[in-house]
Nanobody, 126 residues
Framework: QVQLVESGGGLVQAGGSLRLSCAAS????????MGWFRQAPGKEREFVAA????????AYPDSVKGRFTISRDNAKNTVYLQMNSLKPEDTAVYYC???????????????????WGQGTQVTVSS
């Protein structure tokens, strides 16, 4: 049974930082692209970051580029999202995601991922 468990969310003031973690279990994720998404109330799930299996490639939308950094530790089956210079518009539930197949490419659409964590709330106050 594949499981993804996010942690590290919380309440932070604008300009602050948070580091999210996603611990994977049920299979070895070292060969898989991993992604982060977020969803604010009343909005669609939005791509935040992705990283290929060997961290050779990463991708971000313009809304977070330069502020967020995705990384991974394959030995620990864990993916991280470092979020700096947080803004109130970053407030959302953040989800970690993994595909069913080991695609060696960036995946940026929710329907490209089959496994999802339960999410962790990030709230940025102004």
């Amino acid at each position: 049974q594949v499981q993804l468990v996010e942690s590290g969310g919380g309440l932070v003031q604008a300009g602050g930082s948070l580091r999210l973690s996603c611990a994977a279990s049920g299979r070895t994720f070292s060969s898989y692209t991993m992604g982060w998404f977020r969803q604010a109330p009343g909005k669609e799930r939005e791509f935040v970051a992705a990283i290929t299996w060997n961290a050779g490639r990463t991708a971000y939308p313009d809304s977070v580029k330069g502020r967020f950094t995705i990384s991974r530790d394959n030995a620990k089956n864990t993916v991280y999202l470092q979020m700096n210079s947080l803004k109130p518009e970053d407030t959302a539930v953040y989800y970690c995601a993994a595909p069913m197949r080991p695609w060696d490419m960036i995946l940026s659409r929710p329907n490209e991922y089959e496994y999802w964590g339960q999410g962790t709330q990030v709230t940025v106050s102004s």
